[in-house]
């Protein structure tokens, strides 16, 4: 009933930009919070920054770099990338916490299918 569709991925050099946009859709009541995790080849699906209330938090290894922002109407979220490093180079994937119009006091976790991000000279 509800998919997320992440975008804006790529590939830069180091010290480049990108922005991530993902988008809600279906049969959705109400999106408690929304962010985005990565996960680099070998390693752990790790946080990389998320928004709940309207307050942001971020990983360490982001702090100062990327800046995460919601639009409650339009049901979508970004992470704007500056200074970005190889260490940076991950599949990143948003995630957000639903209920649906069908079970409206059920909240559920859901995925979208990731978006691949290189940073690389």
């Known amino acids: 009933q509800v998919q997320l569709v992440e975008s804006g991925g790529g590939l830069v050099q180091p010290g480049g930009t990108l922005r991530l946009s993902c988008a809600a859709s279906?049969?959705?009541?109400?999106?408690?919070?929304m962010g985005w995790y990565r996960q680099a080849p070998g390693k752990e699906r790790e946080l990389v920054a998320r928004?709940?209330?309207?307050?942001?938090n971020y990983a360490d290894s982001v702090k100062g770099r990327f800046t995460i922002s919601r639009d409650n109407a339009k049901n979508t979220v970004s992470l704007q990338m500056n200074s970005l490093k190889p260490e940076d180079t991950a599949v990143y994937y948003c995630?957000?916490?639903?209920?649906?119009?069908?079970?409206?006091?059920?909240?559920?976790?859901?995925w979208g299918q990731g978006t691949q991000v290189s940073v690389s000279s």
């Open positions: 279906g049969s959705i009541a109400r999106i408690n919070d």
């Open positions: 995630n957000a916490i639903i209920a649906t119009m069908k079970s409206p006091g059920l909240w559920n976790n859901y």
């Open positions: 928004i709940i209330g309207g307050s942001p």
